[in-house]
């Protein structure tokens, strides 16, 4: 099969290639390296086609989706913060990009699978989270992740086969700060020896999914016969942000406490994914774990994965 995977240098991306390259496809890349990183893809370089281009690039993609099976969609600006200084850029990128890519699955009839997420659900009424439940967003950034929804749902109507996936906070090896930031910047304290610094009261808690099961997430939607749809991809278990810090301090057997900062702008205090229909439709469901994966990370002062 031939797939292209957008922001395939980024941290989620680049773990979609790399599996796909081990079951024998066809992939390019476009990845701009705004946050991606080449050697995120140094042990696939030769057996993938790379472009160093913008989404944004018609022409690009024009020529690149003629003959394609699929493609992932993981290109995206995503950080809540930068969203409130930079809400056209987000705008452009997010959502304009999404848009040239579904007009291109309709014209060329193509799948495409697209990284949503959690935040289209601002600070839900209940918890867990399912599909359904109301989307009211706190931040730019989610806002143009629910706009994306909105223009899925649109070209879907057209004919177009595109499944949305609702990431919640993704961790692993090589994790961007636009992800499960928290845990890396808690991880990189404690390599430092410096105490896990929270943002808040540390009572807002978090669904962490890890990166290479959210990949197997995208791999499973594109390859299944589910045409159009929107999936949770989380763990349905949750922790406080405290209890993450405690848990890291706890493994690391350092003596100290966590200190406390001011609270983050549109940050959401809750988040749990209910994953039943994404494990009834297409099968998939979390293999990997928090708190053992930090325990391994500390234990065997592997720092080098964060």
């Given at each position: 099969m031939k797939y292209i995977v957008t922001g395939g240098a980024g941290f989620i991306g680049s773990n979609i290639v790399k599996k796909l390259v081990v079951r024998g496809d066809d992939v390019?890349?476009?990845d701009n390296l705004n946050t991606g990183k080449e050697e995120n893809l140094i042990s696939v370089k030769d057996k993938?086609?790379?472009f160093?281009?913008?989404i944004l690039n018609l022409d690009l993609l024009e020529k690149q989706t003629q003959n394609i099976d699929g493609i992932f969609h993981q290109a995206a600006l995503a950080s809540v913060q930068d969203s409130f200084s930079k809400p056209e850029e987000y705008q452009s990128v997010n959502v304009n990009g999404?848009?040239?890519i579904l007009k291109l699955a309709k014209k060329n009839n193509f799948k495409v699978v697209y990284a949503s997420s959690s935040s289209v659900y601002g600070n839900p009424e209940k918890i867990p989270i399912k599909e359904s439940d109301s989307k009211n967003p706190i931040n730019p950034y989610?806002?143009?992740k629910l706009e994306k929804e909105r223009l899925a749902i649109k070209y879907s109507e057209m004919g177009v086969k595109v499944i949305g996936l609702r990431y919640f906070n993704v961790f692993g090896k090589g994790q961007s700060k636009e992800y499960a930031g928290v845990l890396k910047l808690f991880l990189e304290r404690i390599r430092d020896k410096l105490p896990p610094k929270i943002n808040g009261d540390g009572s807002q808690f978090r669904d962490f999914v890890y990166v290479e099961d959210v990949a197997d997430a995208n791999i499973l939607s594109m390859d299944s016969e589910v045409n159009h749809e929107f999936f949770n991809v989380g763990t349905n278990t949750s922790i406080t942000i405290l209890d993450l810090a405690k848990t890291i301090i706890k493994s690391s057997e350092l003596h100290m406490e966590p200190i406390f900062g001011?609270?983050?702008k549109g940050d959401v205090q809750r988040t749990v994914a209910n994953i039943d229909l994404i494990q009834d439709k297409i099968g998939w469901k979390p293999t990997v774990f928090?708190?053992?994966w930090i325990d391994e990370i500390i234990s065997m002062k592997k720092f080098d994965e964060i």
């Amino acid at each position: 099969m031939k797939y292209i995977v957008t922001g395939g240098a980024g941290f989620i991306g680049s773990n979609i290639v790399k599996k796909l390259v081990v079951r024998g496809d066809d992939v390019t890349v476009i990845d701009n390296l705004n946050t991606g990183k080449e050697e995120n893809l140094i042990s696939v370089k030769d057996k993938i086609v790379f472009f160093n281009d913008s989404i944004l690039n018609l022409d690009l993609l024009e020529k690149q989706t003629q003959n394609i099976d699929g493609i992932f969609h993981q290109a995206a600006l995503a950080s809540v913060q930068d969203s409130f200084s930079k809400p056209e850029e987000y705008q452009s990128v997010n959502v304009n990009g999404t848009e040239n890519i579904l007009k291109l699955a309709k014209k060329n009839n193509f799948k495409v699978v697209y990284a949503s997420s959690s935040s289209v659900y601002g600070n839900p009424e209940k918890i867990p989270i399912k599909e359904s439940d109301s989307k009211n967003p706190i931040n730019p950034y989610a806002e143009t992740k629910l706009e994306k929804e909105r223009l899925a749902i649109k070209y879907s109507e057209m004919g177009v086969k595109v499944i949305g996936l609702r990431y919640f906070n993704v961790f692993g090896k090589g994790q961007s700060k636009e992800y499960a930031g928290v845990l890396k910047l808690f991880l990189e304290r404690i390599r430092d020896k410096l105490p896990p610094k929270i943002n808040g009261d540390g009572s807002q808690f978090r669904d962490f999914v890890y990166v290479e099961d959210v990949a197997d997430a995208n791999i499973l939607s594109m390859d299944s016969e589910v045409n159009h749809e929107f999936f949770n991809v989380g763990t349905n278990t949750s922790i406080t942000i405290l209890d993450l810090a405690k848990t890291i301090i706890k493994s690391s057997e350092l003596h100290m406490e966590p200190i406390f900062g001011p609270a983050l702008k549109g940050d959401v205090q809750r988040t749990v994914a209910n994953i039943d229909l994404i494990q009834d439709k297409i099968g998939w469901k979390p293999t990997v774990f928090l708190e053992k994966w930090i325990d391994e990370i500390i234990s065997m002062k592997k720092f080098d994965e964060i």
